[in-house]
């Protein structure tokens, strides 16, 4: 009879664990903080709303964020208008865009981080 300990032995490696590369991957829609206010206001058709706007204004100017990177293009925000409306139900469509897209992500920050490794350590299969 096998015991716990000797599957757990056997399902473990030997000695200690390194990373040998970290990738990443940023969404191509940049957007920078200072325009950030207009943009949303305008894509989600309130620029009427002037006060609330002076208001996420001052708000975008105090965060220490430079530049904004999305997912979110016009054009996807007018192919689904669900999106860009108050407490409109619109979850079907980003899980839409998020089961696409993050694994394209995914695969860019991999093929980054194999190919930033393999330039440190030319033991590295590929």
Do not use: W
């Amino acid at each position: 009879m096998v015991t716990v300990e000797e599957v757990r032995r056997a399902q473990r490696a030997e000695g200690p664990a390194t990373i040998l590369a970290i990738g990443t991957a940023i969404p191509l829609n940049c957007v920078d903080q200072k325009t950030y206010s207009d943009y949303f206001f305008r894509v989600t058709n309130n620029e009427h709303k002037m006060e609330l706007k002076a208001k996420f204004k001052r708000m975008c100017d105090k965060s220490m964020i430079k530049k904004r990177y999305m997912h979110l293009s016009e054009e996807i925000l007018k192919e689904n208008p669900s999106i860009c409306e108050h407490k409109a139900p619109s979850f079907d469509a980003r899980q839409d865009i998020v089961v696409v897209e993050v694994p394209k992500l995914g695969k860019e920050a991999v093929q980054k981080a194999i190919t930033n490794g393999a330039s440190q350590n030319p033991r590295l299969p590929i």
